[in-house]
């Protein structure tokens, strides 16, 4: 149901009197970063919220010594598929606890929602051996495998199954419907708010991730982009300049994907009835 | 008479036992390569995108030019987590065949990564020759308990850059720059008065700086960070506390802000600092931001009156770390190449760091015609003779004790609180940190 | 009306035997992962915090009990960074929460186009690196050549050094941290939002209620659990959001005034491989947060409200 065509109301203005300064203060630094890639050298720091003379000699010189496209696509294969194995196991889990109280099932919410919890670097170490001992440093798999179930992403569409309306489901299960069909028949073509928002927000998560694919890559072609952004901080100095650039062409896939996926987010009111 | 004979016999057996036994333990390492071998080289130059990664390449490719026979694997390692990375791999069983880690780290590595001491697997007649040509004092920096576990690499001394537009501006003038501190203090307040902006700006302070230069600041003068024996903890000692109070005045007399490294190198390089006093790595970065701008110049590091300057050096080593023979050898080979003349002359003029050699300094072939287009170095080069090692920590505990002692020495010198009592406290938080 | 449910008349007999058995399976493979991944490290972390080794086989061992619990207890700097903390999950709450409550239910009225717009403009922080995040506020709150810092003369105040004045740090951090984050609250409490039966907002509206009483009465209660889950992601995980801001922008300076408890814990624990400190930092994270954490779950449970 799109809600394109509205009658203005009254609030509409107090509505933009807030967003308008909240859009301008969230996009203006994204706005500098793209400029400053432009900048050339001498120019870097300058006050000017435009490049007074735009240059493409960043982003030529990053992508000359860094192989950003490599890198990029990297990020990309593990990202998806990274989100896609943390949604699967999310909406399986999910389901579980939504859909059944049985013995033990508070007790393994607040386990899975502590493992939150968890600083990275107290896992780092033995992950990485684990994965050293299947002969997987510095491949896509290792970059994957610790990270294929993800709390936030149960605790979130557990609530979002919780909040489905328990007559529609009543009814399919008289109908004879098995769990299964009625998960994945019913239930998950309903949930495609929460579902394209949490693809959107995992995929940023595997995207911006840095640590451990600092720890388990050692090769420049295998590893990551936030990777390559940080290979301009150097002990020499920082290369701001490239390293706006590449973060500038970093943001570009997660601004596709957002754009892609947005639309789900918006207004997908369960619909009533069996498919 | 035979039982004498076969007992002489026996006791030759067993001597000739005995020595081969003795030779297996001490496995030298083969004089040349004969099959091909491929070393991994853990290297944090590699991880970076610029100058330090080019020149890098560069010197590998020359080596494995070279020796046909020997394949370099460089790894890229961050410096911020070098020793995590290599630990990483040293606990998963495989570990690096040579490693660039910061002396920071040195102790630790030496103790914990199988580091053989070069005196037990190099031929002595070949280290000697090596040696030769090496200041002194930078071999020191490779040195625990008198054996050599790994050759300083990329490393240079402090030095004090300053604007010399800044300083006529503040009326100094910018052939004289200050050689002691008490100096230094003077020309600080007077920038700031005259200029609004910071006189001074050090790198003493930072994580990424860990205790280099602030070990080359208190031992200027005359104080220390441990004891001889590295089993006691002497930071908190008077001469420190002297040196710090020093430097509080300054932090409160407006001239020295506590900055960040970043924000630092930053404010230098646009013409908004006075004096930076840090590493010489950064000079490229410096130049490149002063050009066309201001005029930028550089002076050995202050002293305290006359008590001798103490340059601390910076920077990494290289550390041999397999114990494989064969792969010792290459790894040898390879710290020779990157040691030898050329490797210096490449690290110094393409990348800025410092080298360890005089032959190299006064070479026509090498350095002699950068160092004279480049004055800015100068002080730099003429600190190697006073170079005093960074000292690393032992123990597991080596970093907490850092950061334990820099905590209270940033606290000392930009908070309230009684010096002497802060650093006496870390110094006896610290102590039972040594093991 | 209950949420789904299998039954709610149990017996003894009845319930052993209904005891279900499909939850496990759907469970499962997200569990197995997590003990691998998380569970199995984390119990070998807790075996680890008892000791001072560093995990290669070559070093020698030593059996410590709590020296490393005690170490990192007693730092000097702990309690700052305990304050801080709280002040960072305070700080962070307007941001995480509040702030976006409001955009998205302002903008949710607004015809397809604004609304779309607006949020993707308020989504766009979260596409950029942190660490390129962090180097463009730094630039901006420059002193020297910072453009906020130029607006505020430029309008005759003075200028602020955001990130070196004791006072201004930490709610510089925060507001960056935040920055961030506010198109990923904004983002899952839209989808929360539109799963909102619009029927009852119509009817609401035909009943003569104002804007407000309808998002007081009807849109809040029905987002409370998204919200619930929010606050305590902020709470749970505040700490660690800033770390990368902290570390890039302070290292937890100017003298400590932005450091949490976290980053004193990496400072501490995480800078080196020391085996023992790392562990028992990881374990006071787990344990203190995890205490957090149970009491805001059984407040989120006690308080949930389901449309139904």
Same mark, same amino acid.
């Given at each position: 149901m799109t809600t394109d065509a509205k009658p203005r109301r009254p609030?509409?203005?107090?509505?933009?009197?807030?967003?308008?300064?909240?859009?301008?203060?969230?996009?203006?630094?994204?706005?500098?970063?793209?400029?400053?890639?432009?900048?050339?050298?001498?120019?870097?720091?300058?006050?000017?919220?435009?490049? %007074?003379? /735009?240059?493409?000699?960043?982003?030529?010189?990053?992508?000359?010594? @860094?192989? #950003?496209w490599t890198m990029l696509a990297n990020t990309m294969i593990f990202s998806i598929i990274s989100t896609a194995l943390q949604l699967l196991t999310a909406v399986l889990a999910a389901y579980g606890f939504a859909r059944w109280r049985f013995f033990g099932d508070r007790v393994l919410f607040a386990l899975v929602a502590m493992t939150w919890l968890v600083p990275f670097q107290v896992v780092m170490i033995p992950n990485y051996v684990l994965i050293a001992q299947m002969g997987l440093v510095d491949t896509l798999t290792a970059l994957v495998l610790p990270n294929m179930a993800s709390a936030f992403a149960i605790?979130?569409?557990?609530?979002?199954?919780?909040?489905?309306?328990?007559?529609?489901?009543?009814? %399919?299960? /008289?109908?004879?419907?098995?769990?299964?069909?009625?998960?994945?028949? @019913?239930? #998950?073509?309903?949930?495609?708010?929460?579902?394209?928002?949490?693809?959107?927000?995992?995929?940023?998560?595997?995207?911006?991730?840095?640590?451990?694919?600092?720890?388990?890559?050692?090769?420049?072609d295998k590893t990551v982009i936030q990777i390559g952004i940080q290979m301009f901080l150097t002990e020499e100095g920082s290369q701001w300049g490239p390293l706006m650039a590449v973060s500038t062409l970093a943001c570009l896939p997660v601004l596709v994907i957002y754009l892609v996926l947005q639309r789900q987010v918006i207004d997908s009111f369960v619909k009533a009835g069996l498919r | 008479m035979t039982h004498t004979l076969s007992t002489l016999r026996a006791g030759a057996a067993a001597l000739l036992f005995g020595a081969s036994v003795l030779t297996a333990a001490a496995q030298p390492m083969p004089a040349t390569i004969d099959e091909p071998v491929t070393i991994r080289f853990y290297n944090y130059n590699l991880a970076g995108a610029g100058i330090g990664k080019d020149a890098t390449v560069e010197m590998i490719d020359s080596f494995m030019a070279a020796n046909p026979k020997i394949t370099v694997e460089g790894i890229p390692t961050p410096a911020p987590d070098v020793i995590s990375i290599v630990q990483a791999d040293v606990i998963a069983g495989n570990g690096p065949d040579i490693a660039q880690i910061i002396f920071a780290d040195f102790s630790y590595a030496a103790e914990?990564?199988?580091?053989?001491?070069?005196?037990?697997?190099?031929?002595?007649?070949?280290?000697?020759?090596?040696?030769?040509?090496?200041?002194?004092?930078?071999?020191?920096?490779?040195?625990?308990?008198?054996?050599?576990?790994?050759?300083?690499?990329?490393?240079?001394?402090?030095?004090?850059?300053?604007?010399?537009?800044?300083?006529?501006?503040?009326?100094?003038?910018?052939?004289?720059?200050?050689?002691?501190?008490?100096?230094?203090?003077?020309?600080?307040?007077?920038?700031?008065?005259?200029?609004?902006?910071?006189?001074?700006?050090?790198?003493?302070?930072?994580?990424?700086?860990?205790?280099?230069?602030?070990?080359?600041?208190?031992?200027?003068?005359?104080?220390?960070?441990?004891?001889?024996?590295?089993?006691?903890?002497?930071?908190?000692?008077?001469?420190?506390?002297?040196?710090?109070?020093?430097?509080?005045?300054?932090?409160?007399?407006?001239?020295?802000?506590?900055?960040?490294?970043?924000d630092s190198i930053e404010a230098m390089s646009?013409?908004?600092?006075?004096?930076?006093?840090?590493?010489?790595?950064?000079?490229?970065?410096?130049?490149?931001?002063?050009?066309?701008?201001?005029?930028?110049?550089?002076?050995?590091?202050?002293?305290?009156?006359?008590?001798?300057?103490?340059?601390?050096?910076?920077?990494?080593?290289?550390?041999?770390?397999?114990?494989?023979?064969?792969?010792?050898?290459?790894?040898?080979?390879?710290?020779?190449?990157?040691?030898?003349?050329?490797?210096?002359?490449i690290i110094t003029s393409k990348i800025g760091y410092v080298p360890l050699r005089q032959s190299t300094v006064e070479s026509e072939e090498f350095l002699a015609p950068f160092l004279r287009d480049n004055p800015v170095m100068s002080p730099n080069i003429a600190q190697l003779q006073s170079l005093t090692p960074w000292q690393s920590f032992p123990g597991p505990n080596y970093r907490q004790i850092m950061t334990t002692m820099m905590t209270a020495a940033e606290q000392a010198v930009f908070g309230e609180g009684d010096i002497a009592t802060l650093m006496t406290d870390a110094q006896a938080n610290a102590q039972p940190l040594l093991p | 009306m209950t949420a789904l449910a299998t039954s709610s008349i149990p017996r003894r007999k009845a319930w052993l035997r209904r005891q279900p058995l499909a939850p496990w399976l759907y469970l499962a493979p997200a569990l197995v992962l997590l003990v691998i991944w998380i569970y199995g490290p984390l119990a070998y972390a807790f075996w680890l915090s008892f000791h001072e080794w560093n995990m290669l086989p070559t070093a020698p061992r030593r059996y410590v009990g709590l020296l490393n619990y005690e170490r990192l207890i007693r730092l000097p700097d702990m309690k700052a960074a305990l304050w801080n903390t709280g002040i960072y999950l305070i700080g962070?709450?307007?941001?995480?929460?509040?702030?976006?409550?409001?955009?998205?239910?302002?903008?949710?009225?607004?015809?397809?186009?604004?609304?779309?717009?607006?949020?993707?403009?308020?989504?766009?922080?979260?596409?950029?690196?942190?660490?390129?995040?962090?180097?463009?506020?730094?630039?901006?709150?420059n002193v020297d050549f910072g453009i906020v810092n130029m607006a505020l003369r430029g309008m005759g105040l003075s200028a602020v050094d955001f990130l070196k004045d004791g006072d201004t740090a930490i709610w510089t951090i925060i507001w960056i941290t935040g920055w961030k984050l506010i198109g990923f609250s904004t983002l899952v409490i839209s989808a929360s939002l539109s799963n909102i039966n619009p029927a009852l907002i119509e009817a609401a509206r035909m009943d003569g209620g104002t804007e407000w009483q309808i998002t007081r009465r009807i849109r809040l209660p029905l987002l409370s659990p998204t919200i619930f889950l929010l606050v305590l992601l902020t709470i749970l995980?505040?700490?660690?959001?800033?770390?990368?801001?902290?570390?890039?922008?302070?290292?937890?300076?100017?003298?400590?005034?932005?450091?949490?408890?976290?980053?004193?814990?990496?400072?501490?624990?995480?800078?080196?491989?020391a085996a023992g400190w790392a562990s028992a930092a990881g374990m006071l994270l787990f344990v203190g947060f995890g205490v957090v954490a149970a009491g805001l779950i059984w407040l989120m449970n006690r308080a949930s409200f389901h449309d139904n």
């Amino acid at each position: 149901m799109t809600t394109d065509a509205k009658p203005r109301r009254p609030g509409d203005w107090t509505a933009h009197a807030v967003m308008i300064p909240l859009a301008f203060i969230s996009v203006f630094p994204v706005w500098w970063m793209l400029v400053t890639s432009l900048r050339p050298l001498a120019e870097i720091y300058s006050p000017l919220p435009w490049p %007074a003379a /735009m240059t493409l000699e960043n982003y030529s010189y990053a992508t000359g010594v @860094i192989p #950003v496209w490599t890198m990029l696509a990297n990020t990309m294969i593990f990202s998806i598929i990274s989100t896609a194995l943390q949604l699967l196991t999310a909406v399986l889990a999910a389901y579980g606890f939504a859909r059944w109280r049985f013995f033990g099932d508070r007790v393994l919410f607040a386990l899975v929602a502590m493992t939150w919890l968890v600083p990275f670097q107290v896992v780092m170490i033995p992950n990485y051996v684990l994965i050293a001992q299947m002969g997987l440093v510095d491949t896509l798999t290792a970059l994957v495998l610790p990270n294929m179930a993800s709390a936030f992403a149960i605790l979130l569409l557990v609530q979002a199954m919780r909040s489905f309306p328990v007559e529609v489901i009543d009814a %399919a299960h /008289m109908d004879g419907a098995s769990h299964w069909r009625i998960l994945w028949r @019913i239930l #998950v073509p309903n949930l495609r708010a929460p579902l394209a928002a949490l693809s959107i927000l995992l995929f940023i998560s595997a995207w911006n991730e840095y640590f451990w694919p600092l720890l388990l890559t050692r090769s420049e072609d295998k590893t990551v982009i936030q990777i390559g952004i940080q290979m301009f901080l150097t002990e020499e100095g920082s290369q701001w300049g490239p390293l706006m650039a590449v973060s500038t062409l970093a943001c570009l896939p997660v601004l596709v994907i957002y754009l892609v996926l947005q639309r789900q987010v918006i207004d997908s009111f369960v619909k009533a009835g069996l498919r | 008479m035979t039982h004498t004979l076969s007992t002489l016999r026996a006791g030759a057996a067993a001597l000739l036992f005995g020595a081969s036994v003795l030779t297996a333990a001490a496995q030298p390492m083969p004089a040349t390569i004969d099959e091909p071998v491929t070393i991994r080289f853990y290297n944090y130059n590699l991880a970076g995108a610029g100058i330090g990664k080019d020149a890098t390449v560069e010197m590998i490719d020359s080596f494995m030019a070279a020796n046909p026979k020997i394949t370099v694997e460089g790894i890229p390692t961050p410096a911020p987590d070098v020793i995590s990375i290599v630990q990483a791999d040293v606990i998963a069983g495989n570990g690096p065949d040579i490693a660039q880690i910061i002396f920071a780290d040195f102790s630790y590595a030496a103790e914990n990564f199988g580091v053989p001491a070069l005196e037990d697997i190099v031929p002595a007649e070949e280290l000697a020759g090596h040696f030769g040509g090496l200041f002194p004092r930078g071999l020191e920096l490779g040195r625990l308990d008198g054996k050599t576990y790994g050759l300083a690499y990329v490393f240079s001394t402090p030095v004090l850059f300053y604007n010399a537009d800044l300083f006529r501006a503040a009326g100094l003038n910018p052939d004289a720059p200050p050689r002691t501190w008490d100096e230094v203090g003077v020309a600080a307040n007077a920038i700031t008065k005259a200029t609004g902006k910071p006189g001074l700006l050090t790198g003493i302070f930072g994580p990424s700086s860990y205790d280099w230069l602030y070990q080359g600041f208190v031992k200027s003068n005359g104080g220390s960070v441990m004891s001889e024996d590295r089993k006691t903890l002497t930071f908190g000692g008077t001469e420190s506390i002297e040196a710090l109070t020093m430097m509080r005045g300054l932090a409160q007399s407006g001239a020295m802000p506590n900055s960040t490294s970043a924000d630092s190198i930053e404010a230098m390089s646009t013409g908004n600092a006075g004096m930076f006093l840090i590493t010489s790595a950064v000079q490229a970065v410096l130049l490149k931001g002063a050009k066309d701008k201001f005029e930028l110049r550089s002076a050995p590091m202050p002293t305290f009156g006359d008590k001798p300057a103490t340059p601390t050096n910076s920077g990494s080593a290289l550390m041999i770390m397999t114990q494989d023979p064969v792969k010792q050898r290459a790894a040898w080979e390879l710290m020779k190449h990157l040691t030898s003349d050329y490797g210096y002359n490449i690290i110094t003029s393409k990348i800025g760091y410092v080298p360890l050699r005089q032959s190299t300094v006064e070479s026509e072939e090498f350095l002699a015609p950068f160092l004279r287009d480049n004055p800015v170095m100068s002080p730099n080069i003429a600190q190697l003779q006073s170079l005093t090692p960074w000292q690393s920590f032992p123990g597991p505990n080596y970093r907490q004790i850092m950061t334990t002692m820099m905590t209270a020495a940033e606290q000392a010198v930009f908070g309230e609180g009684d010096i002497a009592t802060l650093m006496t406290d870390a110094q006896a938080n610290a102590q039972p940190l040594l093991p | 009306m209950t949420a789904l449910a299998t039954s709610s008349i149990p017996r003894r007999k009845a319930w052993l035997r209904r005891q279900p058995l499909a939850p496990w399976l759907y469970l499962a493979p997200a569990l197995v992962l997590l003990v691998i991944w998380i569970y199995g490290p984390l119990a070998y972390a807790f075996w680890l915090s008892f000791h001072e080794w560093n995990m290669l086989p070559t070093a020698p061992r030593r059996y410590v009990g709590l020296l490393n619990y005690e170490r990192l207890i007693r730092l000097p700097d702990m309690k700052a960074a305990l304050w801080n903390t709280g002040i960072y999950l305070i700080g962070l709450l307007p941001l995480t929460v509040i702030l976006p409550v409001a955009i998205a239910i302002l903008t949710n009225e607004l015809s397809g186009r604004w609304r779309d717009l607006y949020r993707a403009l308020i989504f766009v922080p979260l596409i950029i690196a942190p660490v390129a995040a962090a180097a463009v506020w730094r630039w901006m709150l420059n002193v020297d050549f910072g453009i906020v810092n130029m607006a505020l003369r430029g309008m005759g105040l003075s200028a602020v050094d955001f990130l070196k004045d004791g006072d201004t740090a930490i709610w510089t951090i925060i507001w960056i941290t935040g920055w961030k984050l506010i198109g990923f609250s904004t983002l899952v409490i839209s989808a929360s939002l539109s799963n909102i039966n619009p029927a009852l907002i119509e009817a609401a509206r035909m009943d003569g209620g104002t804007e407000w009483q309808i998002t007081r009465r009807i849109r809040l209660p029905l987002l409370s659990p998204t919200i619930f889950l929010l606050v305590l992601l902020t709470i749970l995980l505040g700490a660690q959001w800033s770390f990368a801001y902290i570390h890039v922008l302070t290292q937890g300076g100017p003298l400590g005034s932005t450091s949490n408890v976290y980053y004193l814990l990496w400072q501490f624990g995480f800078g080196s491989l020391a085996a023992g400190w790392a562990s028992a930092a990881g374990m006071l994270l787990f344990v203190g947060f995890g205490v957090v954490a149970a009491g805001l779950i059984w407040l989120m449970n006690r308080a949930s409200f389901h449309d139904n």
